[in-house]
């Protein structure tokens, strides 16, 4: 057997850092920023994601974070195809691994976009005419261990009306020549897209679905463009770290607000090289699908979510144990309610990775019915989550200070430490432990990670109704009629057919 010589061209943080400095166009409050690893409102944010990167290189944690692609590149082990259960099993340590550096707060990070590109090493074929820039793609990001972003979605304006009639604001080609496409429009929202290296931009599942062929082929396009193609302009929404004064008040907002940009093309260049599908309506339709995106990503958020969760989990209890209330049966039955919710969505990664299903190519993805289990019961879980917190905190993250120069303040010192103190705990560590808890469940910060969990999934009925769909072409919902139809068939209005009643 021939041996692959290993490849490691892995970025480390600081080499993650320098890449973003290129010239990318990142529009805020005003301005356009300079350097978005220095700019306040994005600093601490690319930290975060830069220490995902020296994990890569860390010699305790690189076996089980890497491993070697088919092409001898060292690469994370959820961006390359899984070919076994045991592939699929090593991903989801590696997703948790990464998770659990920054608490599960960081729902883009790099793996998962991941969850698509892994795929083109086996898919890239689908792409054809266009099947040699897919491999390239990939092989650029797993060896690199890119940070990918991407946009499907379309702005929020006229959703009723054929998409050929929106044209002017939805994206779609403007021209092409010997080197490349030219695109105009906007696309919706492009999570953490500030600190990556390129956008996947694509249509999502319903907009394809309605697009007709001979009328919309302008918006049938499927292509990658680099942070800093000319004419890309990234508007960014308002930054909570930058809003965080200080690490004390705002624990989370501070270090882990990944950001999202509305994403604004005019007259952008794209070479030829970074076009997967040009003027293609039928491939439009089928490239996610095709790919196996949707049972892989789904297995990248739900890990992110236990983790989350499990921060969530502790958070309460020491929040409840501050409070003297922990020992109270209602307070108890809700800490073991959220573990039970943990443990829901951790069983349904393990029935993803140990119930597998055939994946383009030679690649194995994770089982769909899980996976589209758990993208339902992961974005509902939530709204819940925050109740819990509610009813059982109640008012006590609110019994606190206006901020942390309250506590340098001599004439607060000792009303902090009387008046401020929970149950064994003093009455600046009882602050600094509800400041995490606000952060995390009430703050600005908290109200789009809810946000965010509802909806980056799809909205509430498409993601029902996908499942439904996938149930009805594998025949599942057949199955579970002929139960209703086999019962009534034991009896008719002369009373039982079936012998065993008579
Ligand atoms: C914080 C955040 C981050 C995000 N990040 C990304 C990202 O990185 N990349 C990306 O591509 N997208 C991103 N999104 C967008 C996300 O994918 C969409 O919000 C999601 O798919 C829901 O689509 P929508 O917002 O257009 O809502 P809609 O689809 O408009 O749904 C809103 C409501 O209208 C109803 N509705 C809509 N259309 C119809 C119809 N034809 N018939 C009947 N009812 C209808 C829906 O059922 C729902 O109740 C993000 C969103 C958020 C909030």
Same mark, same amino acid.
């Given at each position: 057997?021939?041996?692959?010589?290993?490849?490691?061209?892995?970025?480390?943080?600081?080499?993650?850092?320098?890449?973003?400095?290129?010239?990318?166009?990142?529009?805020?409050?005003?301005?356009?920023?300079?350097?978005?690893?220095?700019?306040?409102?994005?600093? +601490?944010?690319?930290?975060? %994601?830069?220490?995902?990167?020296?994990?890569?290189?860390?010699?305790?944690?690189? @076996?089980?974070?890497?491993?070697?692609?088919?092409?001898?590149?060292?690469?994370? #082990?959820?961006?390359?195809?899984?070919?076994?259960?045991?592939?699929?099993?090593?991903?989801?340590?590696?997703?948790?691994?990464?998770?659990?550096?920054?608490?599960?707060? %960081?729902?883009?990070?790099?793996?998962?976009?991941?969850?698509?590109?892994?795929?083109?090493?086996?898919?890239?074929?689908?792409?054809?005419?266009?099947?040699?820039?897919?491999?390239?793609?990939?092989? $650029?990001?797993?060896? $690199?261990?890119?940070?990918?972003?991407?946009?499907?979605?379309?702005?929020?304006?006229?959703?009723?009306?054929?998409?050929?009639?929106?044209?002017?604001?939805?994206?779609?080609?403007?021209?092409?020549?010997?080197?490349?496409?030219?695109?105009?429009?906007?696309?919706?929202?492009?999570?953490?897209?500030?600190?990556?290296?390129?956008?996947?931009?694509?249509?999502?599942?319903?907009?394809?679905?309605?697009? $007709?062929?001979?009328?919309?082929?302008?918006?049938?396009?499927?292509?990658?463009?680099?942070?800093?193609?000319?004419?890309?302009?990234?508007?960014?929404?308002?930054?909570?770290?930058?809003?965080?004064?200080?690490?004390?008040?705002?624990?989370?907002?501070?270090?882990?607000?990944?950001?999202?940009?509305?994403?604004?093309?005019?007259?952008?260049?794209?070479?030829?090289?970074?076009?997967?599908?040009?003027?293609?309506?039928?491939?439009?339709?089928?490239?996610?699908?095709?790919?196996?995106?949707?049972?892989?990503?789904?297995?990248?958020?739900?890990?992110?979510?236990?983790?989350?969760?499990?921060?969530?989990?502790?958070?309460? %209890?020491?929040?409840?144990?501050?409070?003297?209330?922990?020992?109270? #049966?209602?307070?108890?039955?809700?800490?073991?309610?959220?573990?039970? %919710?943990?443990?829901?969505?951790?069983?349904?990664?393990?029935?993803?990775?140990?119930?597998?299903?055939?994946?383009?190519?030679?690649?194995?993805?994770?089982?769909?019915?899980?996976?589209?289990?758990?993208?339902?019961?992961?974005?509902?879980?939530?709204?819940?989550? #925050?109740?819990?917190?509610?009813?059982?905190?109640?008012?006590?993250?609110?019994?606190?200070?206006?901020?942390?120069?309250?506590?340098?303040?001599?004439?607060?010192?000792?009303?902090? @430490?009387?008046?401020?103190?929970?149950? +064994?705990?003093?009455?600046?560590?009882?602050?600094?432990?509800?400041?995490?808890?606000?952060?995390?469940?009430?703050?600005?910060?908290?109200?789009?990670?809810?946000?965010?969990?509802?909806?980056?999934?799809?909205?509430?009925?498409?993601?029902?109704?996908?499942?439904?769909?996938?149930?009805?072409?594998?025949?599942?919902?057949?199955?579970?009629?002929?139960?209703?139809?086999?019962?009534?068939?034991?009896?008719?209005?002369?009373?039982?057919?079936?012998?065993?009643?008579?």
């Amino acid at each position: 057997m021939e041996t692959i010589q290993e490849i490691n061209q892995l970025m480390t943080g600081e080499e993650y850092l320098d890449s973003l400095n290129d010239g990318r166009e990142i529009w805020f409050d005003g301005e356009i920023i300079e350097n978005v690893t220095e700019h306040p409102a994005f600093r +601490n944010a690319a930290r975060s %994601m830069a220490r995902l990167y020296d994990a890569l290189h860390d010699p305790e944690l690189q @076996d089980d974070l890497t491993t070697i692609d088919k092409f001898g590149h060292r690469t994370h #082990r959820f961006f390359e195809p899984a070919y076994t259960v045991e592939d699929l099993v090593k991903s989801r340590k590696a997703i948790d691994i990464w998770q659990r550096i920054n608490y599960g707060w %960081m729902g883009r990070s790099p793996d998962y976009k991941a969850a698509f590109m892994a795929q083109m090493a086996e898919g890239y074929d689908y792409y054809a005419p266009y099947g040699d820039n897919a491999l390239a793609w990939y092989k $650029k990001f797993a060896s $690199k261990g890119l940070h990918m972003n991407h946009v499907l979605i379309d702005p929020p304006v006229d959703r009723a009306k054929p998409r050929s009639e929106v044209q002017h604001i939805y994206l779609s080609l403007d021209k092409s020549d010997d080197k490349g496409i030219y695109v105009s429009g906007a696309k919706m929202v492009a999570t953490g897209s500030a600190l990556t290296h390129a956008t996947f931009v694509g249509v999502g599942a319903g907009a394809a679905s309605i697009m $007709k062929p001979n009328q919309d082929e302008d918006l049938a396009l499927v292509f990658i463009a680099k942070m800093n193609a000319p004419g890309l302009k990234m508007i960014s929404r308002p930054s909570y770290e930058l809003k965080a004064n200080s690490p004390f008040d705002a624990p989370l907002a501070s270090r882990f607000d990944e950001n999202d940009a509305v994403m604004v093309f005019e007259n952008c260049f794209i070479p030829w090289e970074d076009v997967l599908i040009y003027r293609d309506v039928e491939k439009v339709r089928g490239y996610q699908p095709a790919s196996g995106f949707f049972n892989r990503y789904n297995l990248q958020a739900a890990t992110r979510l236990y983790v989350k969760l499990e921060f969530c989990i502790g958070l309460l %209890m020491k929040g409840t144990e501050a409070s003297g209330t922990n020992q109270f #049966r209602g307070v108890q039955a809700a800490i073991g309610e959220l573990i039970s %919710m943990r443990n829901v969505i951790y069983g349904l990664t393990s029935a993803m990775v140990y119930e597998p299903e055939p994946g383009i190519g030679d690649s194995v993805v994770p089982s769909l019915q899980m996976a589209a289990a758990a993208r339902i019961y992961g974005t509902s879980a939530w709204t819940h989550i #925050r109740h819990l917190f509610e009813t059982t905190l109640g008012g006590a993250p609110s019994y606190t200070v206006s901020g942390v120069n309250d506590m340098h303040a001599l004439g607060l010192s000792h009303i902090i @430490d009387t008046y401020y103190q929970g149950t +064994n705990l003093p009455g600046r560590e009882r602050i600094k432990l509800f400041n995490l808890v606000w952060d995390a469940l009430y703050s600005e910060f908290a109200g789009r990670h809810g946000l965010y969990e509802q909806n980056y999934a799809g909205s509430k009925d498409i993601q029902r109704m996908n499942t439904l769909q996938f149930a009805t072409v594998r025949g599942e919902v057949d199955a579970y009629k002929g139960l209703v139809d086999q019962a009534m068939s034991d009896y008719d209005a002369d009373g039982w057919v079936n012998s065993v009643w008579k």
